[in-house]
């Protein structure tokens, strides 16, 4: 449930019209989640704009999948496109907001989810072309990982890109990253913000205007 309730805040910073990039995992919840007046164009970084879930009526997992190789569709106004002209579309500030999950996230809005050193990671894909084209960077992600704090003041695994990330929201709180910081402008009513501050690495800074998350 922690991972819905994540997916449904994050929905609500989606517009009707977007064109959204969304990573594995808990990113792939939001779609479900959306306002009925508001419709987006999902885009795939191997080549699909208009990606739609697979059903039975269209299923073909030998042919189409989307960038992490999990089955997809198009939608009846999508279509397909070359790697050039995808990635075109990603460096070219056309794609509205990408929403990916985070191993690490620090207090400067950097980001470390491709790689934990020694173990076997699926690659860094399109997701450092996203972090630095895309013009909204939400993560999207537990607070923290077996208690420990995910949210650091400096990443200690690679990076991915850093001074990224517009947004981070988790089961706690939501959080602006900011030039002076990180700005906890909502929070989760069940904890407390000294809860919210001792499960986070980082100092955070709160905003005059805080609420409870919705």
Not at 109 to 115: H, M, Q
Not at 204 to 210: C, H, K, R, T, Y
């Amino acid at each position: 449930m922690i991972k819905e309730f994540i997916a449904r805040r994050v929905a609500k910073e989606l517009k009707d019209g977007d064109v959204v990039n969304l990573g594995i995992g808990l990113p792939t919840m939001i779609p479900q989640f959306l306002p009925e007046d508001v419709h987006v164009t999902l885009q795939a970084e191997n080549g699909i704009v208009g990606a739609a879930p697979a059903t039975d009526a269209n299923y073909d997992p030998l042919h189409v999948v989307d960038a992490s190789g999990q089955p997809t569709a198009v939608s009846p106004m999508g279509c397909y496109i070359d790697s050039i002209t995808s990635f075109g579309l990603i460096r070219g500030g056309h794609v509205d907001a990408t929403i990916l999950g985070g191993l690490e996230v620090d207090e400067e809005g950097s980001l470390s989810n491709w790689i934990i050193p020694g173990k076997k990671m699926p690659g860094m894909g399109g997701a450092m072309d996203l972090l630095v084209g895309a013009k909204n960077v939400i993560v999207a992600m537990e607070h923290t990982a077996k208690g420990n704090p995910k949210i650091l003041k400096k990443c200690r695994l690679p990076y991915t890109a850093i001074n990224c990330i517009t947004k981070i929201i988790t089961e706690m709180c939501v959080i602006e990253c900011t030039p002076e910081g990180l700005l906890l402008t909502e929070y989760n009513p069940e904890f407390t913000l000294e809860e919210i501050q001792a499960a986070t690495e980082a100092t955070l800074i709160i905003s005059p205007d805080l609420k409870p998350m919705v």
